[in-house]
């Protein structure tokens, strides 16, 4: 039993079935890929993950718990971050008042307005910051405009504020999406770092096969919203199915 299970999962956009009977097991303390051509479902599942989306039918069940009629917000609270596609940081806030957010979030069950300009005098929530920017390596640029980051350490940011509520399970759409290759080695090796050293069970979409073969313990394969295949990173790399509808072969 994984950590997240997902079953016979479908999804109607009007006429386009996005996604039609999804399974999908996670186990704890891996990191699994999920890959497949433009498309295929991957954001739509992912969405179906975390509450932005209901499934029209199936389940998924997290840690034992259903997720299904859970808000994000609520979905968060149970252990799960994720990561978008595009950083979602606060661009007109420094870097450390960026980290305290999701920090004071999770302890607060709410993000509450006022908590901007009390942050400072929050004295455990400094702490908590200031000790993740450490661990992502950023702690010289605690004072930074996030605004005038760049693409690769944005990333970083924005991965360290996922971390910061200490998931149990971290959802990455695309993180290397739009990055050049410098960028991407370093989200590589952060991610390999946190894979390591941490707790935590790592769901990534990625398209660029560098990535997923780098740090994919299991891989699904997804095309046209539905799984083709599962199985380990070296039978993946050989499967003539995925060579000819990923690959294109
Ligand atoms: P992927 O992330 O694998 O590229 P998506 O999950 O984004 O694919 O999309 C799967 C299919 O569902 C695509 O055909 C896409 O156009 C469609 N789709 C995604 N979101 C919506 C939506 N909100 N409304 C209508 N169609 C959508
Ligand atoms: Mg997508």
């Known amino acids: 039993?994984?950590?997240?299970?997902?079953?016979?999962?479908?999804?109607?956009?009007?006429?386009?079935?996005?996604?039609g009977d999804v399974n999908l097991s996670v186990a704890e303390n891996t990191c699994h890929a999920i890959i497949g051509p433009n498309g295929a479902g991957k954001s739509t599942l992912l969405n179906c993950?975390?509450?932005k989306l209901i499934p029209d039918t199936g389940s998924v069940?997290?840690?034992?718990?259903?997720?299904?009629?859970?808000?994000?917000?609520?979905?968060?609270?149970?252990?799960?971050?994720r990561v978008f596609q595009t950083p979602e940081i606060f661009t007109d806030l420094s870097v450390l008042?960026?980290?305290?957010?999701?920090?004071?979030?999770?302890?607060?069950?709410?993000?509450?307005?006022?908590?901007?300009e009390n942050m400072m005098s929050e004295k455990d929530v400094l702490?908590?910051?200031?000790?993740?920017?450490?661990?992502?390596?950023?702690?010289?640029?605690?004072?930074?405009?996030?605004?005038?980051m760049s693409r690769g350490d944005k990333r970083r940011?924005?991965?360290?504020?996922?971390?910061?509520?200490?998931?149990?399970?971290?959802l990455l759409d695309e993180p290397t999406a739009g990055m050049a290759r410098a960028d991407t080695n370093n989200t590589i090796d952060l991610l390999k770092q946190i894979k390591d050293e941490r707790d935590i069970t790592i769901a990534i979409i990625e398209h660029d096969m560098h990535v997923v073969f780098s740090l994919a313990d299991r891989i699904t394969v997804l095309a046209q919203g539905s799984p083709l295949v599962e199985d380990d990173p070296e039978n993946i790399k050989?499967?003539?199915?995925?060579?000819?509808?990923?690959?294109g072969e």
């Open 238 to 247: 050989g499967n003539p199915k995925v060579r000819e509808a990923y690959l």
């Open 157 to 170: 940011l924005e991965i360290g504020m996922c971390l910061s509520q200490q998931p149990r399970l971290l």
């Open 61 to 81: 069940v997290f840690d034992g718990n259903s997720v299904l009629g859970r808000t994000p917000f609520e979905i968060n609270q149970m252990g799960i971050s």
């Open 97 to 116: 008042e960026n980290m305290m957010i999701p920090i004071l979030a999770k302890r607060d069950g709410s993000f509450r307005m006022h908590a901007i």
């Open 1 to 19: 039993m994984g950590i997240l299970e997902v079953k016979n999962v479908n999804k109607r956009f009007g006429g386009l079935q996005a996604l």
């Open 49 to 51: 993950l975390v509450g």
């Open 127 to 148: 702490d908590q910051a200031e000790s993740m920017l450490v661990d992502m390596n950023m702690a010289d640029k605690r004072n930074m405009h996030a605004a005038s």
